[in-house]
């Protein structure tokens, strides 16, 4: 009895943390976006009116979701979003994945210290590595003076305020998120299979085609997932790195909460990117799932 | 030597198909093949037999090229395989852990080597369905290996390898997660397809009776060395040290001084006041060295009675018996302690057994039954 109890309470706890941490800030954000700006502290009108359960319902409008599909902004900015993110993390798989083969390769001492070569830029603010990066992309940054000095350009290249930097930024904040799940997934995969090809008459290379690769996928889908959801809304990136024609959803988002205090319209547009974000992730687990079943 | 009796390792002029010469190998300090010398000729059924971690399935990891000697050449079809990598050897493995690739089916993990070498499509889909009918798979062609159990992995690993039909084919316990019915079917069959298709086998096997079945010869190996190479009889006959003695089956050993009495006799005193036991075998060593007989327990009498006159003799006390159904064990202890195991086969019911607890009887062989073990 008390141990069922017990269970019960340890099977709920991670439901409670999703609850207070994820659902009820989302539903606040949902109710935002169903109600209207006001002059008030905080700027809309109020969340509920407990006395009147009836005009809670009939207050809410969908006239801010119908604004964002009126203005081609934020239609624009959505895909634009999408692009940078999609482009983003096939450059940071293809950097990323020779990485994580070389660490899975190396002899077993060497790793962890690989390991936490990777981790190590963790240990710096994200906000600072950023900037950094304006140090070594700006007209007198590092590079054009490099280049400069070999004699190889004479003219400052322009790669600060351009979707260039933005991938640059995005490709080296979260390369380590790609390498790790790859990583975790070579690393275990079982070598005799790759012995096995080659006996079976595979070079080294379609040896990594018709084996690495395909074992790899867990490890592939894991690492994009987690580049290229956080990319989707990335807002200090572009707005550090990115020129004024570089528009992501972040941005918005935030000059809509921040510039145009419409918070409404900013719950209206995080609302949407969600379910841009979820509805494809949904369906590609499911598909997955039944994929596996056969 | 008559025409049909395949035993190319007796004629001068075979050509070996495998041919290794003084191979070492290394891991660090530990040494795990200690200067092999081993010929293997075509069509032949090779077993290697040997306690775990003696170097058996290095041997297989060498010839197919996953392993490089420290030492040592190793040749194939007359060609030295130190500059061929493992993808264009014409051999094939079987892994001890099977290696199947778990992304694929069943069918696909047996076309896999045949897609490599791009054979056409219809000959790939009639031998898959060959394959699948020998291991007794064809229901499961379509599932992934996790789907299986230990024994039918096992069997599409076995199938995987012989899918290509390489001249020659590497076994790393092929048959060890299958039950003995099966087995033995499976044994018949490679021995079948062994000698249809006229190919060469490598099978390690831990299990004695499996290679003494299959093998037209075996290896005995230890520590990383091959202690004796000849064909299961007379490995089994004949062994050439208590080791081997001991490996395959029961053995009696009673250690002694051995006597030469003349050319092709040699006497073993085995204990005080004892009369010395007579060999009909010369003794190869210097007159008196120490000496082991070795005695399989089947060629072992046991009677009430005193034996009749020319059989080697002794006599003791039954010390425990070991009833296995078709066969009764009688543990007799001797006047110097040793016990020797006399097998009888039990041709008469339980209860009408002659011998029992604490009986004194007398033991007898044959004076060309044992072999006399100088190491
Ligand atoms: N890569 C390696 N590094 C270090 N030692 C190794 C390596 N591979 C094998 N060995 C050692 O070499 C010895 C022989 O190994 P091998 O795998 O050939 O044994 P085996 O005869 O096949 O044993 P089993 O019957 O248990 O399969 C073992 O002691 C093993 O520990
Ligand atoms: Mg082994």
Request: proline share 6%.
């Amino acid at each position: 009895m008390g141990q069922g109890l017990q269970n019960r309470i340890v099977i709920l706890l991670p439901y409670l943390w999703l609850l207070i941490l994820f659902l009820a800030p989302f539903g606040i954000v949902l109710k935002i976006s169903f109600s209207d700006t006001a002059i008030a502290i905080p700027p809309y009108t109020p969340l509920w009116d407990w006395s009147d359960i009836r005009g809670f319902f009939a207050e809410l409008d969908f006239e801010n979701y119908t604004w964002l599909l009126e203005d081609d902004l934020y239609w624009k900015s959505y895909l634009s979003s999408l692009r940078i993110a999609a482009i983003s993390t096939l450059i940071t798989l293809l950097i990323g994945y020779p990485m994580a083969y070389a660490m899975a390769k190396a002899p077993k001492n060497i790793r962890p210290t690989l390991l936490m070569l990777i981790i190590l830029p963790f240990w710096t603010s994200f906000l600072i590595r950023v900037y950094a990066w304006i140090g070594i992309l700006k007209n007198e940054g590092y590079i054009n003076i490099a280049l400069e000095w070999l004699g190889i350009i004479d003219e400052p290249i322009m790669m600060l305020n351009t979707d260039f930097a933005v991938f640059v930024g995005i490709v080296y904040s979260y390369l380590p998120f790609m390498i790790l799940p790859l990583y975790a997934t070579l690393e275990k995969m079982d070598g005799s299979l790759i012995e096995a090809a080659k006996d079976l008459g595979c070079t080294e290379v379609s040896a990594f085609w018709k084996v690495t690769l395909p074992l790899s996928m867990p490890g592939i889908i894991a690492g994009c997932f987690l580049v290229f959801i956080p990319a989707i809304g990335e807002f200090v990136i572009p707005d550090l790195l990115g020129g004024s024609d570089t528009i992501m959803i972040g941005k918005v988002l935030w000059s809509e909460f921040f510039r145009n205090r419409d918070w409404p319209v900013a719950s209206a547009v995080a609302v949407l990117l969600l379910l841009i974000l979820i509805v494809p992730i949904v369906l590609f687990q499911h598909f997955q799932q039944r994929a596996e079943q056969n | 030597m008559s025409h049909n009796v395949f035993a190319p390792w007796d004629d001068p002029n075979a050509v070996p198909l495998v041919e290794i010469r003084g191979l070492l190998k290394r891991f660090g300090d530990f040494v795990a093949l200690d200067h092999i010398d081993l010929n293997v000729y075509p069509r032949e059924f090779f077993a290697l037999l040997g306690p775990s971690g003696c170097g058996k399935t290095t041997i297989m990891r060498m010839l197919a090229g996953f392993e490089t000697p420290t030492a040592g050449t190793v040749k194939l079809e007359g060609q030295d395989l130190a500059e061929i990598p493992p993808y264009s050897r014409n051999v094939n493995m079987m892994f001890q852990s099977y290696a199947l690739f778990p992304h694929i089916s069943v069918a696909d993990n047996i076309a896999f080597g045949l897609k490599q070498d791009k054979r056409p499509k219809d000959e790939i889909a009639a031998r898959v369905e060959e394959m699948l009918s020998l291991v007794q798979l064809g229901k499961f062609a379509h599932r992934k290996p996790h789907q299986l159990s230990g024994g039918q992995r096992q069997r599409v690993a076995l199938a995987r390898a012989l899918a290509k039909k390489p001249p020659l084919l590497l076994l790393d316990e092929p048959l060890g997660a299958l039950d003995k019915k099966l087995r033995q079917e499976t044994q018949f069959e490679l021995m079948d397809i062994q000698e249809k298709l006229g190919l060469t086998f490598m099978i390690v096997t831990h299990d004695q009776e499996e290679a003494m079945t299959v093998a037209s010869r075996i290896a005995v190996m230890n520590e990383g060395k091959i202690v004796q190479v000849a064909t299961p009889n007379t490995i089994y006959e004949h062994p050439n040290s208590v080791y081997v003695a001991g490996f395959l089956g029961e053995v009696n050993l009673i250690a002694g001084k051995a006597h030469r009495l003349d050319d092709h006799h040699t006497e073993l005193h085995w204990a005080e006041g004892e009369p010395p036991l007579r060999i009909d075998h010369p003794l190869e060593g210097t007159d008196g060295v120490d000496a082991t007989l070795a005695l399989r327990p089947e060629k072992v009498s046991i009677s009430h009675e005193e034996p009749q006159a020319g059989l080697c003799r002794v006599q003791g006390t039954i010390n425990d018996i070991a009833y296995t159904g078709n066969l009764s064990i009688y543990f007799v202890k001797l006047s110097n302690g040793v016990i020797i195991k006399a097998q009888e086969a039990n041709s008469r019911r339980l209860e009408h057994r002659n011998y029992t607890w604490e009986d004194t009887v007398w033991l007898s062989w044959r004076p060309t039954a044992g072999s006399l073990l100088l190491q």
